[in-house]
């Protein structure tokens, strides 16, 4: 744990496990609700100073910090493979991705701007400023341990907050790695402090209730999600909520089948379908379901699971048995209502993996509105395929869900795409496109998706409030 500019060690450790193997890799403390509560007082005493720098200094830091991130590109990448199982290509794609908010932000800390507005009254003048919004906690999850982290980070103190972070308990290696970078970059002490624990409600609790702390930023599940907005409530803490989505693909029938069944193929199984973009009901037109069909069944068939550090392995684990489990219910409840299982459809124990957390790249046909896959959330390698005949039924099929994140379309006719595009409910829409994310980018979800917006010239502003002065003159 990292509090006010010091490491903590301390005899209460708990492990962490590469999920490709079952071996623990690492212990970490196990920090509880003191832990968070010094860390709070911490964030409260640095705040003062740090939010007094100019934001060319605090610039500088964020800048500083995206430089040590991409030197350390590689040893960063090789633990998030050990940490949290995904190919090495994509977490060194994430190191990137992560990287580039820390950028993103040291250039918009310099665009703060606030505004004059004219007044009716000829004697008044009305000036508006943003200020920080204060002690800042954060809540991140494990699929994306390194960016999730960077995307509340960089902007919370690029606008002159102090934080304190708790990361994932599966994957808090790679939160202590990203801490490193910040106390190397020199950032003052208690401006960003970790608190790393195999426990998160007592952690939780202290957050949401503490009055020091006047916002909580938040990814996981929406479950949690609620919980914390709801503990919040009581003293109106600032939330910004980054939770589950349950994103439709759609192939209509003027799309090209292949290309959209590659498409499907490489965002569905990306960190082993472990995001919350990911396609979980892929509607496709009947008309060319079968050209679709065909070549996703050959693109999985070339998918093969592994340790993430064998390059011919383009899947890797789930992150625990509970997630294999639930992928397995839904895999076997959609078969068990009629679904057709085209490929995979159970764990994977052989050629060495036996002690992994493995679920075979499945693919699924014929799915419907009454199974629990066309329902929940996945998290898991499983496309799921829904025929559709008619353009306006689908789009109400796509919006009939409370989640409301990512969305996906496939056409080649512009007008339907434009229509689409207004018609869905969710926070992020790739058109022909699978993937509609950047640093430089609103990120964040509709409905129970979430609240709020990550990344872009929006993210900053979750971190601000707005001051008015009237000034009679
Ligand atoms: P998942 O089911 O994908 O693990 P969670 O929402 O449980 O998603 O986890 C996301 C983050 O929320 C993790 O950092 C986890 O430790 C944390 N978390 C889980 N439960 C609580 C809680 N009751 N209070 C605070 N944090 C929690």
New binding site residues.
Partial sequence: MYIDGEWLTSDSQFPVSNPASGETIGHVVDGDATHAKRAIEAASRALPGWAAQTPYARSAYLYRAYQLMLEQHSQLAELMTREQGKPLKAAMNEVKYAADFLLWFAEEAKRIYGETIPSARADQRFIVQKQPVGVVAA?????YPISMLTRKLGPALAAGCSVVL?????TPLCAIAVFKILEEAGLPPGVANLVT?SN??P???V?CTHPAVRKLT????T???K??ATACAPQLKRVSMELGGHAPFIVFEDADPVHAAKGAALVKFLNTGQACISPNRIFVHRSIIDPFLATLTSRIAALQAGDGFNPANSIGPL?NEAAIAKVDRQVQDAVARGATLLAGGSRLTDNGLENGCFYGATLLSNVSPEMLIYQEET?GPVAAVVPFDDQDDVIAMANDTTYGLAAYIYTQNLSRAYRAFEQLHFGIIGINDINPTSAAAPFGGMKESGLGREGAREGIEEYLETKLGGLSI
């Fill in positions: 809540v991140t999850p494990w699929n708790k990361p994932a308990e599966s624990s998160p409600k952690i939780g609790d957050f938040f990814t996981g599940s479950a949690v999600g919980q914390l992150i998290f």
